[in-house]
C-alpha cells in the first residue's frame, strides 16, 4: 500500500497484499460473524450472482402528494434488497419493505405508430423506516411515519426488464407487471396511468 495504516485497522493490514478496503472488509466481517452476516461487497459477485446495477432517478411521493425529491444514480439489485447511491442520497431497502411493487414498461406516442418502449420503471410502497413491517396497513412498531411512501426508480433502460421480472420472482417479492402511454415522454406529458401488462393468449386458432 502506497500509505500506511495506523491505530486497530493497522494491527489488522497486511501492508503488501491489502487496501484500505480490504481492511475495513475483514475487520467489519469480524465484528458482523456473531450475527451470521457479513459485508456485501459488490465488487465481489459476478453475472453469476445476479448481481446487477443501472443509472437511474429516484423518486419520493406520498399518497395524493405531487413527486418530490428527483435524484439521479445508481440502483444496485443485490441478493438482501435494494441499494441506491449518489452524490447526496444513500438509500437501502430490504426484501421486507417492499410491500406493494409494480414493474412499468413506459411507452411513447410521440414516437407512433409503433409506440416503442422509452423507459422501465419500478413502483414500490413502503413504510419507514423501511425495515420488516409486512403491510403498509399494519401499525409500524418502529415509531416510523405510517403514511406510506411511493418510491420510485425511473429511467431505467428497458432491456433489463426481463433481468428486474426474474430478480423479484427469485427473491419472492409480490409484483405487478404494467404499461404507461405518454403522448409525449420527452415532455412527461402521461396519457394512461400504470395499466396491468395483458397476457398473450394460448388458445390455438
Not at 411515519?145 to 428486474?164: A, C, G, T, W
Not at 394512461?192 to 390455438?204: A, C, E, I, L
Request: net charge neutral; hydrophobic share 30%.
Amino acid at each position: 500500500m502506497s500509505y500506511g495504516e495506523t491505530g486497530t485497522l493497522g494491527e489488522a493490514a497486511d501492508g503488501e497484499k491489502d487496501t484500505y478496503l480490504s481492511v475495513f472488509k475483514r475487520v467489519f466481517d469480524e465484528q458482523l460473524a456473531a450475527f451470521g452476516k457479513s459485508v456485501v461487497s459488490v465488487r465481489d459477485k459476478g453475472e453469476e450472482d445476479q448481481i446487477f446495477r443501472c443509472s437511474t432517478t429516484i423518486c419520493f411521493r406520498r399518497t395524493h402528494e405531487p413527486t418530490t425529491n428527483r435524484t439521479k444514480g445508481r440502483v444496485y439489485f443485490l441478493d438482501t434488497g435494494l441499494l441506491f447511491l449518489s452524490q447526496k442520497l444513500r438509500l437501502y431497502l430490504p426484501f421486507e419493505s417492499l410491500a406493494e411493487t409494480l414493474v412499468v414498461l413506459v411507452r411513447d406516442e410521440a414516437l407512433s405508430p409503433v409506440n416503442p418502449p422509452v423507459s422501465l420503471e419500478v413502483h414500490t410502497k413502503t413504510t419507514e423506516p423501511y425495515h420488516k413491517t409486512k403491510s403498509v396497513s399494519e401499525p409500524n412498531t418502529h415509531g416510523g411515519d405510517q403514511d406510506p411512501m411511493l418510491i420510485s426508480f425511473k429511467e431505467m433502460p428497458v432491456d433489463l426488464l426481463d433481468k428486474v421480472k426474474a430478480y423479484a420472482s427469485k427473491h419472492g417479492i409480490n409484483f405487478k407487471e404494467c404499461e404507461q402511454l405518454y403522448y409525449d415522454f420527452a415532455k412527461n406529458l402521461p396519457m394512461t396511468g400504470w395499466n396491468p401488462v395483458k397476457k398473450k393468449s394460448t388458445t390455438p386458432k
